[in-house]
């Protein structure tokens, strides 16, 4: 059972987040056999002033 967990700076909308979980899916499905069902997608959508790189925000 894959879990993926994607974090990033920001929003998507609903449309991206179908389209990633999508293509998430097909590349598991290619590269390591495991059947969409089985994969277990979270997006983790941080606020930029949340998250650093090194010493800067990124918001």
């Known amino acids: 059972m894959p879990f993926v967990n994607l974090k990033l700076v920001g929003?998507?909308?609903k449309e991206q987040k179908k389209e990633?979980?999508?293509r998430f899916s097909e590349t598991l499905l290619k590269v390591a056999g495991k059947p969409k069902e089985s994969l277990y997608l979270v997006f983790d959508e941080v606020n930029?002033?949340?998250w650093a790189h090194g010493d800067k925000l990124l918001g």
Do not use: R, V
Request: glycine share 12%.
């Open 48 to 50: 930029g002033e949340n």
């Open 11 to 13: 929003k998507l909308t």
């Open 20 to 22: 990633i979980a999508e």
